[in-house]
């Protein structure tokens, strides 16, 4: 049905007439996906396609938003940025990254909501929006970078098990962790929404639990009854001089960038998550906006408040913080809220949190494995991927999901590099690679919005993000100054490494390396004329299904309201 084809644009079609127009079945769904861009309304050339099932609930679309934004960058990642920058620092920066991320989610939720079709994903819309060379490229970026992350999150699972002197080889946990999460994804989309479910809903009861916990020792309620308060905020400092001692004002502000490049890990990626799943949920016009309201208040609680409790629990200059690796101090895999509460003398919660975080990376790399194979059937289906990655059972694209899975089998470089030094190098990669898909959306959002107004349709969408464009624009800005200055700190006299400069760069130039080989093998447009933007092609479909849609069951107590609001 796909093929794998010089001009991007001309996969293998089906000449139906003009009025025929989307298919609707019981739960697979046949869409019109536009093929070539041209005139306002498709006129007969088509991709028809059924394929997925949408078999996610609402409960798992709440779960799956919220499950893919609490990993390791927050659990792990964080010890070394507080280490490195302090604890104003690290705190400032989650601040900042949350809206940057915010604006991210309500500028997909807009492309999303008014188009919520199979195979739905970013790389889709810019190849619908924008023009097919950068689609391609962000893509590639998007499949690359989520792979990527699955390694990532299985390497610092990794990390976290090393604070236990156990017998097991790591490379037998990589290999129960990797086998684990590919079964779960391999299994009809149900299973995966009900195992992250279930996944996400631990890791929130635990994050939720060490707010608790770090509001109580904050004012003394521990066994020893010491109270910390903003302690290590002032012993050592709240801001640390970086890249080195003694540069004042200058170094403070350096301590503060590099936490906030770095703090991208936390977030990289996850929004995408609501997206790719659109098309595989039900009533996805009443449940992406659900989810997308509600995003900000948990980026708020658990990413704000959850940086907070590090920085009142753990000091910067703690030796056993995971920045400590390097120099092979014991213990350093361990997270910086475990090393907190094993500094108040709470005995065995320390165990107990360790094996939540570890729950948390496996979590994380279920939702990225399953992100990353649906962005590779994403572009299988507009014919910038083979078309082997289309083939689907049980309504799972298999192929794509084994194509994803050997990639994150780079996990096992842990063996034999550190599993520390190996996480280091995913967070730099990874990072740089989300905020240039962040800011392809960002261009693609601006284009998706001049289509709607050149069409008379922009003041009617079903879903409107909060004080757009504006937020978009800084949140795009930001994004391009944190691409172009991540390595700032390899610039430094004395600071330079092949192998740094490549992890904070190498992303970019092989980015404009797929666009420009794209745009001169398939001699593509810069971008599309407004006039040939296709802003109507699955629209009907969508509409239908919302008209369709008879919302949830009205609750009938007190219990039932609460359950209704979370999910």
Same mark, same amino acid.
């Given at each position: 049905?796909?093929?794998?084809?010089?001009?991007?644009?001309?996969?293998?079609?089906?000449?139906?007439?003009?009025?025929?127009?989307?298919?609707?079945?019981?739960?697979?769904?046949?869409?019109?996906?536009?093929?070539?861009?041209?005139?306002?309304?498709?006129?007969?050339?088509?991709?028809?396609?059924?394929?997925?099932?949408?078999?996610?609930?609402?409960?798992?679309?709440?779960?799956?938003?919220?499950?893919?934004?609490?990993?390791?960058?927050?659990?792990?990642?964080?010890?070394?940025?507080?280490?490195?920058?302090?604890?104003?620092?690290?705190?400032?920066?989650?601040?900042?990254?949350?809206?940057?991320?915010?604006?991210?989610?309500?500028?997909?939720?807009?492309?999303?909501?008014?188009?919520?079709?199979?195979?739905?994903?970013?790389?889709?819309?810019?190849?619908?929006?924008?023009?097919?060379?950068?689609?391609?490229?962000?893509?590639?970026?998007?499949?690359?970078?989520?792979?990527?992350?699955?390694?990532?999150?299985?390497?610092?699972?990794?990390?976290?098990?090393?604070?236990?002197?156990?017998?097991?080889?790591?490379?037998?946990?990589?290999?129960?962790?990797?086998?684990?999460?590919?079964?779960?994804?391999?299994?009809?989309?149900?299973?995966?929404?009900?195992?992250?479910?279930?996944?996400?809903?631990?890791?929130?009861?635990?994050?939720?639990?060490?707010?608790?916990?770090?509001?109580?020792?904050?004012?003394?309620?521990?066994?020893?009854?010491?109270?910390?308060?903003?302690?290590?905020?002032?012993?050592?400092?709240?801001?640390?001089?970086?890249?080195?001692?003694?540069?004042?004002?200058?170094?403070?502000?350096?301590? &503060?960038? /590099?936490?906030? %490049?770095? @703090?991208?890990?936390?977030?990289?990626? !996850?929004?995408?998550?609501? +997206?790719?799943? #659109?098309?595989?949920?039900?009533?996805?016009?009443?449940?992406?906006?659900?989810?997308?309201?509600?995003?900000?208040?948990?980026?708020?609680?658990?990413?704000?408040?959850?940086?907070?409790?590090?920085?009142?629990?753990?000091?910067?200059?703690?030796?056993?913080?995971?920045?400590?690796?390097?120099?092979?101090?014991?213990?350093?895999?361990?997270?910086?809220?475990?090393?907190?509460?094993?500094?108040?003398?709470?005995?065995?919660?320390?165990?107990?949190?360790?094996?939540?975080?570890?729950?948390?990376?496996?979590?994380?790399?279920?939702?990225?494995?399953?992100?990353?194979?649906?962005?590779?059937?994403?572009?299988?289906?507009?014919?910038?991927?083979?078309?082997?990655?289309?083939?689907?059972?049980?309504?799972?694209?298999?192929?794509?999901? &084994?194509? /994803?899975?050997? %990639?994150? @089998?780079?996990?096992?470089?842990?063996? !034999?590099?550190?599993?520390? +030094?190996?996480? #280091?190098?995913?967070?730099?990669?990874?990072?740089?690679?989300?905020?240039?898909?962040?800011?392809?959306?960002?261009?693609?959002?601006?284009?998706?919005?001049?289509?709607?107004?050149?069409?008379?349709?922009?003041?009617?969408?079903?879903?409107?993000?909060?004080?757009?464009?504006?937020?978009?624009?800084?949140?795009?800005?930001?994004?391009?100054?944190?691409?172009?200055?991540?390595?700032?700190?390899?610039?430094?006299?004395?600071?330079?490494?092949?192998?740094?400069?490549?992890?904070?760069?190498?992303?970019?130039?092989?980015?404009?390396?797929?666009?420009?080989?794209?745009?001169?093998?398939?001699?593509?447009?810069?971008?599309?004329?407004?006039?040939?933007?296709?802003?109507?092609?699955?629209?009907?479909?969508?509409?239908?299904?919302?008209?369709?849609?008879?919302?949830?069951?009205?609750?009938?107590?007190?219990?039932?309201?609460?359950?209704?609001?979370?999910?």
């Amino acid at each position: 049905m796909f093929s794998w084809s010089k001009n991007s644009d001309a996969v293998e079609e089906m000449e139906l007439d003009a009025d025929l127009q989307d298919i609707h079945h019981e739960d697979d769904i046949g869409t019109q996906v536009p093929v070539d861009g041209g005139g306002v309304r498709p006129v007969g050339r088509i991709l028809y396609t059924f394929q997925t099932h949408r078999g996610l609930k609402s409960r798992h679309i709440q779960l799956i938003a919220l499950g893919g934004s609490i990993g390791t960058g927050l659990f792990v990642g964080t010890g070394t940025t507080l280490s490195l920058a302090g604890p104003a620092p690290l705190f400032l920066s989650f601040i900042v990254m949350s809206a940057i991320v915010w604006s991210v989610v309500q500028s997909l939720a807009e492309m999303t909501v008014y188009l919520p079709i199979e195979g739905a994903s970013v790389p889709f819309y810019v190849h619908r929006f924008f023009e097919p060379s950068l689609a391609f490229a962000a893509g590639w970026n998007y499949w690359y970078s989520y792979a990527m992350l699955v390694a990532a999150e299985i390497s610092a699972a990794s990390v976290v098990i090393d604070y236990w002197d156990n017998p097991v080889p790591v490379a037998a946990w990589i290999t129960i962790i990797f086998i684990t999460v590919v079964l779960l994804n391999i299994f009809a989309v149900r299973i995966y929404g009900e195992s992250e479910f279930w996944f996400a809903s631990i890791k929130i009861i635990a994050i939720l639990g060490l707010i608790i916990l770090g509001i109580v020792l904050f004012f003394g309620g521990g066994p020893n009854h010491d109270r910390l308060g903003f302690r290590y905020w002032k012993d050592p400092e709240a801001f640390n001089s970086y890249p080195k001692p003694g540069l004042g004002n200058t170094g403070k502000f350096l301590a &503060f960038w /590099t936490s906030l %490049v770095r @703090s991208g890990f936390a977030f990289i990626l !996850s929004p995408e998550t609501i +997206t790719i799943a #659109a098309g595989e949920c039900k009533a996805p016009r009443r449940n992406i906006p659900k989810a997308t309201k509600r995003f900000i208040y948990r980026l708020m609680v658990f990413y704000v408040l959850g940086t907070l409790v590090v920085s009142v629990i753990v000091a910067s200059n703690d030796a056993e913080l995971l920045q400590a690796v390097s120099s092979g101090t014991t213990n350093a895999g361990a997270s910086p809220f475990v090393i907190g509460i094993k500094r108040v003398g709470i005995q065995g919660l320390d165990h107990v949190v360790n094996a939540v975080i570890i729950t948390s990376a496996w979590s994380a790399a279920n939702s990225f494995l399953y992100a990353g194979s649906r962005s590779l059937f994403s572009l299988a289906m507009t014919g910038q991927a083979p078309k082997i990655f289309t083939k689907c059972s049980n309504g799972v694209p298999y192929v794509a999901v &084994f194509a /994803t899975a050997a %990639v994150g @089998s780079l996990a096992y470089l842990s063996i !034999s590099s550190g599993s520390a +030094t190996v996480f #280091a190098w995913f967070l730099n990669l990874t990072t740089v690679g989300g905020y240039v898909a962040w800011i392809v959306m960002f261009m693609t959002y601006f284009r998706f919005r001049k289509a709607l107004a050149y069409n008379g349709v922009l003041s009617s969408i079903p879903f409107k993000g909060s004080w757009q464009p504006y937020t978009s624009y800084f949140a795009m800005i930001m994004l391009i100054l944190l691409c172009l200055t991540n390595g700032f700190q390899v610039f430094f006299p004395g600071n330079f490494s092949a192998a740094s400069f490549l992890a904070a760069y190498i992303t970019l130039p092989l980015f404009f390396a797929l666009y420009l080989g794209h745009k001169v093998w398939a001699r593509t447009p810069w971008i599309r004329s407004i006039e040939t933007v296709d802003v109507w092609s699955g629209k009907e479909e969508a509409d239908r299904q919302e008209e369709e849609d008879m919302g949830p069951c009205e609750p009938r107590n007190l219990l039932e309201k609460i359950w209704s609001w979370i999910v």
